[in-house]
């Protein structure tokens, strides 16, 4: 049983189907505005706060306690997530399956750091400067963030707004950086039970679009949408794309 206990609100009627949203990495359960405002009448919404991501951090967090902790205080469900939140929720479908219903990936790879030259991932090189800026740059650091995750600058413009006053916890961000290191899902993917929908941006320069072809040689039942002219903060730039195939 896990000691960890995660903030969640809940919204809408309870007679719905039932929808978790997972925001990502440095970011905030607040991303998800526009999305609950249009389905709060259609789902029942569990929307999860990430430990130490503007809200309280009591101990460090990994998979399997985000998992548990998941499993523990939330019904059977939808699985909405973006980013890291999509690793979650693709662990939640492989440990629990009996929990996920179904699985819906923004921005989500199976595989975040790239192993030499893989083109799917992010360079190594890359992630590496990453985990040492945000031991001495934190602060520079997630500026920096903001700008990776669009190329267009009102979405910049809202997320520096949105996350003005959102307290991150400098260990809960290195316990994110940890899961997205340290997983690996693709050999695991074949066993994912439920329906999976994954979306890939071409100009995310987190998740490279090269694993939306990559994919289907690890899950054949997945089912993929590309959008091309999106960055890696999907969720802002084309949420009516992203409510069309839902």
């Known amino acids: 049983m896990s000691t960890l206990r995660l903030k969640i609100d809940?919204?809408?009627?309870?007679?719905?189907?039932?929808?978790?949203?997972l925001h990502g990495w440095a970011s905030?359960?607040?991303?998800?505005?526009?999305?609950?405002k249009q389905f709060s009448q259609k789902y029942y919404i569990y929307n999860v706060y990430l430990p130490g991501h503007g809200c309280e951090y009591q101990h460090s967090f990994s998979l399997t306690t985000m998992t548990q902790a998941l499993n523990q205080q939330l019904p059977p469900a939808m699985y909405l997530g973006w980013s890291l939140g999509g690793s979650i929720s693709l662990a939640m479908a492989l440990n629990y399956p009996q929990k996920v219903q179904s699985l819906i990936l923004l921005a989500t790879t199976p595989k975040f750091v790239a192993e030499q030259?893989?083109?799917?991932?992010m360079p190594l090189q890359l992630w590496q400067n990453f985990k040492q800026e945000l031991n001495t740059k934190p602060k520079a650091l997630l500026n920096k963030f903001y700008y990776l995750q669009s190329n267009r600058r009102q979405h910049i413009k809202q997320l520096k707004q949105q996350f003005a006053t959102i307290q991150f916890?400098?260990?809960a961000l290195k316990d994110g950086l940890s899961i997205l290191e340290t997983s690996d899902f693709r050999r695991q993917l074949v066993n994912i039970q439920c329906p999976s929908l994954w979306f890939f941006a071409g100009q995310d320069?987190?998740?490279?679009?090269?694993?939306?072809?990559?994919?289907?040689?690890?899950?054949?039942?997945?089912?993929?949408?590309k959008l091309e002219d999106a960055g890696h903060v999907?969720?802002?730039?084309?949420?009516e794309q992203i409510l069309n195939h839902l």
């Open 28 to 36: 905030h359960a607040s991303i998800w505005q526009a999305f609950i």
């Open 169 to 171: 916890e400098q260990s």
């Open 10 to 21: 809940d919204i809408g009627h309870n007679k719905n189907p039932r929808l978790v949203l």
């Open 117 to 121: 030259n893989q083109a799917e991932s």
């Open 205 to 225: 320069q987190l998740v490279p679009i090269a694993m939306a072809d990559k994919l289907l040689e690890y899950q054949t039942k997945a089912t993929i949408i």
């Open 234 to 239: 999907m969720i802002l730039s084309h949420l």
